[in-house]
């Protein structure tokens, strides 16, 4: 299924869960997302990626993707070191509730509700890509890796 993450029908129902959520329902209830101590580990292992490439920006802040962004845990921690992210999830509730955790973060915020294929097929490059806890929603994640990594700047990490 070479060219296409097959979303369609996966991602139907992803967005109509996700969207059925109460606020903050996700974030509580996921052994991966609600532990303190594996967001401290994540917020000190963004910064890694985070600093590859920084000379070569020229001052230019970091472009991150974060597709499967849901209610902005990974999305979160790279706004606090300064970068432009761009947000991108099937659910606009789980978006919702993204823009509302990061509005005072002090990094540049775009939202998108939108498929990723939608969105990879755009021409944009970014210097991170991020897909934290989504690759197992995608029938054809090799395709959607190799997809991911035409979209990296010279310096870029997946």
Same mark, same amino acid.
């Given at each position: 299924?070479?060219?296409?993450?097959?979303?369609?029908?996966?991602?139907?129902?992803?967005?109509?869960?996700?969207?059925?959520?109460?606020?903050?329902?996700?974030?509580a209830?996921?052994?991966? *997302?609600?532990? +303190?101590? =594996?967001?401290?580990?994540?917020?000190?292992?963004?910064?890694?990626?985070f &600093?590859?490439?920084?000379?070569?920006?020229?001052?230019?802040?970091?472009?991150?993707? @974060?597709?499967g962004?849901? /209610?902005?845990?990974?999305?979160?921690? #790279?706004?606090? *070191?300064?970068?432009?992210?761009?947000?991108? &999830?099937?659910? $606009?509730?789980?978006?919702?509730? %993204?823009?509302?955790? !990061?509005?005072?973060?002090?990094?540049? *915020?775009?939202?998108? !509700?939108?498929?990723?294929?939608s969105? %990879? $097929? $755009? /021409? +944009?490059? #970014? @210097?991170?890509?991020? +897909?934290?806890?989504? *690759?197992?929603?995608?029938?054809?994640?090799? /395709?959607? =890796?190799?997809?991911?990594?035409?979209?990296?700047s010279?310096?870029?990490? #997946?």
């Open positions: 299924m070479s060219g296409s993450t097959n979303v369609n029908t996966k991602g139907n129902a992803n967005r109509e869960y996700y969207d059925s959520l109460a606020d903050g329902v996700y974030s209830t996921a052994p991966h *997302l609600r532990h +303190a101590a =594996i967001r401290r580990l994540y917020d000190a292992r963004v910064k890694k990626p &600093d590859i490439g920084k000379d070569r920006r020229d001052g230019r802040a970091c472009r991150v993707l @974060d597709i962004a849901g /209610d902005g845990i990974a999305t979160a921690s #790279f706004l606090r *070191l300064g970068a432009h992210v761009m947000a991108v &999830d099937v659910s $606009e509730r789980q978006l919702q509730q %993204l823009q509302v955790s !990061c509005k005072s973060l002090p990094g540049q *915020l775009t939202i998108r !509700c939108a498929d990723i294929d969105i %990879l $097929e $755009e /021409d +944009a490059q #970014f @210097d991170i890509i991020v +897909a934290n806890s989504l *690759l197992h929603h995608i029938p054809d994640y090799l /395709d959607l =890796i190799q997809r991911c990594i035409s979209r990296l010279a310096d870029g990490v #997946f």
